[in-house]
């Protein structure tokens, strides 16, 4: 099949400037929102790439289980807007050094999230093309990346704890407000009004709207 003819633009990654095409790879998208809206482990499993699944065995169980948590805390539209760019062999990965690529990424995708035209936030991930076929590549730590893990999880765990206690200071209008724009998929609107309500930095404000998100209306 004729690769469809697109419009080029430039995206910058890490330190250098690639081309990025706007809406291919949309067999990617549709195999990655497969694998995560179900929130099924075994079919998020069956989608990496195998070395990716095989460092599930290894000592980057932990760190895989927390991107697995982290893909499946958001639904992901089939038809989300993508931007793609195909990757060289001589072209830096991100986190090298904390993180192994055992299978090496082909492709970065910038999936975006929210209404067309009106995206909230943006997933960024690599994918491998393998035989005609996509496989969701995710790095290895790295005895180093584990290290840092440990240390980064040591600081996030106090940060949502004091994010939680925040939270249940907020004033009830807030509160309602915060609810309603979480269960609109405005997640940067949310964090916006808490930082203007309390004066919050805004990694601050989102850790407070993040104790919202995929929590019960009534609790």
Sequence with gaps: ????AVA?????????????????????????????N???????EAFLSPASRACLAGPGKEMLERAFASDTRVNVPPDSKVWVTRIGGTDA?????????????????????GPPGRATSSLIRYGRLQNGRWQYVVGCPTTAGMAQAKVTEKA????????????KNLPPALVAEIRRLVADGKIMAATQSVANATGAELAIARGIVRTFENQPAGR
């Design 156 to 167: 996030r765990t106090a940060a949502d704890a004091e994010a939680r206690i925040r939270a």
């Design 1 to 4: 099949m004729k690769t469809r």
């Design 93 to 113: 990965l991100m986190g090298e050094g904390m993180l192994s690529y055992g299978d090496r990424p082909t492709h970065y995708f910038q999936i975006d999230l």
């Design 38 to 44: 179900g929130k099924s482990k075994s079919v998020w």
């Design 8 to 36: 080029l633009v430039v995206v910058t990654l890490l330190s250098f400037t690639i081309p990025a095409v706007a809406d291919e790879g949309r067999d990617f998208v549709t195999a990655f929102s497969a694998a995560v």
